[in-house]
């Protein structure tokens, strides 16, 4: 959505999407914002309760059926499960996601990393193409004027026109770019708790063959998966950062994970906005 900073300024609803790298502050800045008055979408909180519900489920069931006591429970009906997924907890989702590497230390065979992969891109496809019907159903049902959608970390990929045209025509694309002190930062989280992710299959039809050469491994199957997770992390950023700044030069706006982090106030960030959409010339 192109508008003058005064067009945003005085828009009588506002709608933002926070796009950036996972952990450089979107939903910080998100949760800044008085909860009264707008609402936040978490496209990773719609992926897991709506898209990959019956998937993480499905995982969760496999994985206790190899348990004879949980088993038997499960054939019963005597037990149910279901997974506790909120906004401050996305582990169910990061759970399904897995690493590839060695089966017997708790990575994923490529084939079903793969599978799962493309579960996810479909899942956050659809998440965002939801974005324009919750923007009406926020104000219609509960009443707020404003929102602000949390997108995912690999918003930049997903390469479906559907979903890019529907950010474009119903939010304000804001690009929280993080400097090299803050990837060296997210680096560093990555090495304490190395994490799932999604790679889009661009990247690792160019970098698993790499990593392999590397680490001198004949499969992904000998690899340890937290090993691939940390080696890839930094590439993913260095993959991921021109593809940001490309999709806010063309539809957006560039503010730097720095001054997002000052914002303490709704004042502050629409001022963060509007600032954004001067420098951006509009």
């Given at each position: 959505?192109?508008?003058?900073?005064?067009?945003?300024?005085?828009?009588?609803?506002?709608?933002?999407?926070?796009?950036?790298?996972?952990?450089?502050?979107?939903?910080?800045?998100?949760?800044?914002?008085?909860?009264?008055?707008?609402?936040?979408?978490?496209?990773?909180?719609?992926?897991?309760?709506?898209?990959?519900?019956?998937?993480?489920?499905?995982?969760?069931?496999?994985?206790?059926?190899?348990?004879?006591?949980?088993?038997?429970?499960?054939r019963?009906?005597?037990?149910?499960?279901?997974?506790?997924?909120?906004?401050?907890?996305?582990?169910?989702?990061?759970?399904?996601?897995?690493?590839?590497?060695?089966?017997?230390?708790?990575?994923?065979?490529?084939?079903?990393?793969?599978?799962?992969?493309?579960?996810?891109?479909?899942?956050?496809?659809?998440?965002?193409?939801?974005?324009?019907?919750?923007?009406?159903?926020?104000?219609?049902?509960?009443?707020?004027?404003?929102?602000?959608n949390?997108?995912?970390?690999?918003?930049?990929?997903?390469?479906?026109?559907?979903?890019?045209?529907?950010?474009?025509?119903?939010t304000?694309i804001?690009?929280?770019?993080?400097?090299?002190?803050?990837?060296e930062?997210?680096?560093?989280?990555?090495?304490?708790?190395?994490?799932?992710?999604y790679?889009?299959?661009?990247?690792?039809?160019?970098?698993?063959?790499?990593?392999?050469?590397?680490?001198?491994?004949?499969?992904?199957?000998?690899?340890a998966?937290?090993?691939?997770?940390?080696?890839?992390?930094?590439?993913?950023?260095?993959?991921?950062?021109?593809?940001?700044?490309?999709?806010?030069?063309?539809?957006?706006?560039?503010?730097?994970?720095?001054?997002?982090?000052?914002v303490?106030?709704?004042?502050?960030?629409?001022?963060l906005?509007?600032?954004?959409?001067?420098?951006?010339?509009?």
């Amino acid at each position: 959505m192109r508008l003058t900073a005064d067009e945003f300024r005085k828009a009588r609803r506002k709608s933002v999407t926070l796009m950036g790298m996972s952990g450089v502050g979107k939903t910080v800045l998100a949760n800044r914002l008085p909860a009264t008055r707008w609402f936040i979408y978490s496209g990773d909180y719609r992926i897991g309760t709506q898209y990959l519900r019956e998937p993480i489920l499905d995982n969760i069931k496999l994985r206790a059926m190899e348990v004879p006591f949980l088993r038997d429970l499960l054939r019963s009906d005597s037990i149910y499960i279901e997974s506790n997924i909120t906004v401050q907890n996305l582990r169910p989702i990061s759970t399904f996601l897995g690493k590839p590497g060695d089966p017997d230390r708790g990575g994923l065979p490529l084939k079903e990393f793969r599978r799962r992969q493309e579960l996810h891109r479909d899942a956050e496809v659809r998440a965002m193409r939801d974005v324009a019907s919750f923007i009406e159903k926020a104000e219609r049902i509960y009443g707020y004027k404003h929102f602000v959608n949390d997108a995912g970390g690999s918003i930049c990929e997903l390469g479906d026109p559907g979903a890019l045209k529907t950010l474009i025509e119903h939010t304000v694309i804001l690009y929280l770019e993080a400097s090299s002190h803050d990837e060296e930062k997210l680096v560093e989280r990555a090495r304490r708790e190395p994490k799932p992710m999604y790679y889009s299959p661009e990247f690792l039809r160019r970098h698993l063959p790499e990593y392999l050469e590397e680490r001198r491994l004949d499969s992904m199957d000998d690899a340890a998966p937290d090993d691939f997770a940390l080696w890839a992390f930094p590439r993913l950023i260095a993959h991921r950062r021109p593809l940001y700044a490309a999709l806010a030069r063309e539809h957006g706006y560039t503010v730097s994970a720095r001054e997002a982090q000052d914002v303490q106030t709704e004042a502050d960030f629409v001022d963060l906005v509007a600032d954004a959409i001067r420098a951006g010339g509009v």
